[in-house]
């Protein structure tokens, strides 16, 4: 049953309604369906500590329009989502909330605070998604998923028993990242780099036998108390008779040996580098090679220990200070240079990052990076655009072992178990195995595994894996993974590596990568700047539609997009010129399906030969991943060809209600508005279904409707050129009407000289109400007298009007002569600046490059009215 439009849109009233509507439809439900091909997307999971910003805003909106799209092309579309438990961020928050009230983690112990998290993941946890559900997301809701419910954690843990069974997760020491704010490691894909503004120190390390000392220098000489070694490069001449020597460390009075490796750079600095195993992931390495001693210096917050006295208990910062001090003092520091480098930092907190010496559980990383790698190498996982693989292949090719231990609470823990009687260690799917030696119980190992571990299984452990489920047998391998390029290394690659590694096939064919929203500005938003936009006040004040539209247009794969408020502006302006141009049809209604007439005239054919083709246009920008471009066909189509175009062609016949004509128009309009409607539908989705409800249709709603096919539809090439030519003439007549200031209720005679006299000719009547014309001549010659006459040129015509039918001749002199003087009074201001040598002198260059541009500009414009008083004064 069709509904009443009322006469403006409101997205409020609407939005919620026709969301519930498609929920109770059941319209996001997919099943394997084997008449149907399958379309899968699995939703890169929000943090549930996650509240909606505008990159979640973008990168949903870019699934749902292909979902939807394809949802509409005949596929069982599947858009799995849920969301990621979130280790760091939510066990922070719950830590924060502990402390206002004065608790700490171990106060209250470990099965109490996972209560409380998992408390707060109910109470919190879903309120991304219901903002997900306010964008319009088309998600596969009986399907939402965690990556700690029980099928995830039963992957998990199935996947780090398989591994380690392999070989490929082990247990030592090394060193990792460790965040001293979090008080956990983190992976080397979590460490985000910014270049800091430091300090290189040289210092002066003695010989134990007082034969002189090495210069080196160092960016931390906090570190210093956890020095070992000085190395040199085997190679370097300068130090070939002091190698295996012994120097006295500064300040800590230690003797620690000179030895030679390659990993030292002999044309850098002095050629000499402190090593300090403890806290360097490259001294490590040296310090391994030469069985040099490990001394961890730091706390796991980074103060000093106590067994240096002088220190212990002070921030590293701090103590670098006092260090540097003491150096000063006891005659060691040399100079101090100024040096920018880039420090690593947690992704989380933004905490200066401390290498450290940890005993942690790892993933060896090389034999599975290796099929990872071919896999994009070859074609098989193609990033769009393909630029982006540059930077999976730097991190694939160069990666290290994977470090996946947590020392947080809240996450899946790591299912080892030691004996405290005979230090056995077993890794089990059992929650409370006994020594196989001793036979006494056993302690689990208290750390939990990265947040990235479960999220690299989603595409294939929310389809049912390790079972094999008909859902897992029909939607894998997915399709698309739609994503920002800054987790390309946390997420995408791991993911690619767990597809090949447990189901033997690719997780997804295509990985669309999109760039951040920045502000109108181009800033990145964020909270220090105060430029951040909540999507949901967007929402909220302009509607969902208008901000996913503001969204799209404009956007290409991987490229940071501006957002401002002109933007969302005219995604409102939009949709309200869609809300008339329907009311418009619908006021002028009485048929009762869409069917196409048999008699067609030009104008019609026109309209049903562009829509033809901006349905083939549209169709292979969105196969080609082109969204901002299809959403701009879709609305210029929309907007100036169906709206100020076809409309106005079709008011003459619509007047005349007893007519044939009249009903032609029509369903023509009614055909075109409802296929525009399905072009326009996973762009602008909820004003979409609430027009097309109102207009004739068949179906329960426009998201399950058949998309347009061009190859059904009509082309009427010769119809398309000539209306095409009539447009042109029109569109030139206008300009020229505007630039003389003639309001169109003025009316004028117009003479068309043209080749195609019989296209002309058909469109006098759309000339004389579109462009003014009191009567329409069409000729093949061109007049004997064109004085007075003010001509119009366009590819296939002259245009002809009678300059004094137009304006008042001597009014007209007169405003341009006024116009003129102005803008000749402009120029010699302008001069009169350019020829003092003061201005040019100190004045910025933009400034006096300026005055040059008004200059010419208004030189143009004398020109044009000279010009024209010359053509009235004939």
Known sequence: MRQELPKTYDPRSTEDRIYQKWIDGGYFHAEPNPAKPPFCI???????????????????????????????????????????????????????????????????????????????????????????????????????????????????????????????????????NWCPHCLTSISDAEVEYEDQAGHFWHIRYPFADGSGYIELATTRPETLLGDTAVAVNPDDARYAGVIGKKLILPLVGREIPVVADDYVEKDFGTGAVKITPAHDPNDFEVGKRHNLEVINVMTPDAHIVEDYPAYAGMDRFEARKAIVRDLEAGGYLIKIEDYSHNVGTCYRCGTTVEPRVSLQWFVAMEELAKPAIEAVRTGDIRFIPERFDKNYFHWMENIRDWCISRQLWWGHRIPAFFCDDCDEMVVTGETAPVCP???????????????????????FSTLGWPDKTPELDYFYPTDTLVTGYDIITFWVSRMIFSGLEWMGERPFKNVLIHGLVRDAQGRKMSKSLGNGIDPLEIIDKYGADSLRFALATGNSPGNDMRFSDEKIEAGRNFANKLWNASRFVLMNLTVEDDRLPETLLAEDKWILSRFRTVAAEVTENLDRYEIGIAAAKVYDFLWDEFCDWYIEFTKGRLADKESEGCENAQRVLVHVLCGTLKLLHPFMPFITEEIWQALPHEGESIMICEWPDAAKMP??????????????????????????????????????????RDAFAAGAAFFEKMASASAVTVTGEMPA????????????????????????TEKEIARLEKELANAENEIRKAEAKLANAGFVAKAPAAVVEGEKAKIAKFGETVARIRETIAGLKK
């Open 785 to 808: 007298d064109t004085d007075g006459m003010v001509s119009v040129i366009t590819h296939d015509a002259r245009l002809l009007i009678p300059m004094a039918e137009l304006v008042d």
């Open 42 to 176: 699995v939703i890169p999971p929000p943090n549930i500590t996650g509240q909606l910003h505008m990159g979640h805003a973008l990168d949903n909106t870019l699934q749902d329009i292909l979902i939807r799209y394809k949802r509409m092309h005949g596929f069982e579309t599947l858009w799995l989502p849920g969301t990621d438990h979130a280790s760091i961020a939510t066990e922070a928050k719950i830590v924060e909330a502990m402390r206002a009230e004065g608790v700490t983690k171990d106060d209250i112990g470990r099965e109490a605070f996972l209560e409380r998290a998992w408390k707060w993941k109910e109470q919190y946890g879903g309120r991304i998604i219901s903002q997900l559900k306010k964008m319009g997301s088309s998600c596969d809701w009986d399907r939402e998923r965690f990556t700690m419910d029980e099928g995830c954690s039963r992957a998990v843990k199935e996947v780090f028993l398989r591994l380690y069974e392999k070989g490929l997760i082990y247990r030592g020491e090394r060193i990792i």
């Open 437 to 459: 030696k001793c036979g006494k119980e056993m302690r689990q190992d208290p750390d939990t595994l990265d947040t990235w571990f479960s999220s690299a299984l989603w595409p």
């Open 715 to 756: 082309a009427y090439p010769e119809e398309e050129a000539a209306i095409a030519k009539i447009m042109a003439a029109i569109r030139a007549v206008r300009n020229r009407r505007a630039e003389m200031n003639v309001p169109p209720s003025r009316k004028a005679a117009l003479t068309i000289v043209c080749d195609d």
